[in-house]
């Protein structure tokens, strides 16, 4: 997938304005409970043992501080609860504004 035209952040969402001209508000809340962080849901070990994670759902509060491109395919979000180990890449934000 391409990446958007544009990427911001307004108040407690990130904005995207996607190329085909969709566009995706995705709330702080939201995007925290979907970080893709090994943080987040856990590593899978050689024998299908998940270690680490987090059970927690809720994130009512947490706001985006900031968020940095990776490369041309991802961007990484830094939270006011100081998690920013997930890498958002274009399809799984696409996925969460849909």
């Given at each position: 997938m391409k990446a958007p035209e544009k990427v911001e952040i307004?108040?407690?969402?990130?904005?995207?304005r996607w190329?085909?001209?969709k566009e995706s508000f995705?709330?702080?809340p939201t995007l925290r409970a979907?970080?893709?962080?090994a943080e987040q849901s856990g590593e899978v070990d050689i024998f299908g043992k998940i270690s680490g994670g987090t059970e927690q759902t809720e994130y009512q509060?947490?706001?985006?501080?900031k968020f940095e491109y990776?490369?041309?395919y991802a961007i990484r979000i830094l939270f006011s609860d100081g998690h920013g180990s997930?890498?958002?890449?274009w399809d799984l934000l696409?996925?969460?504004?849909s």
């Open positions: 307004i108040g407690d969402f990130l904005a995207i190329r085909e001209g995705l709330d702080s979907h970080s893709p962080s509060g947490v706001l985006i501080k990776v490369g041309n997930g890498i958002y890449s696409e996925s969460l504004g």
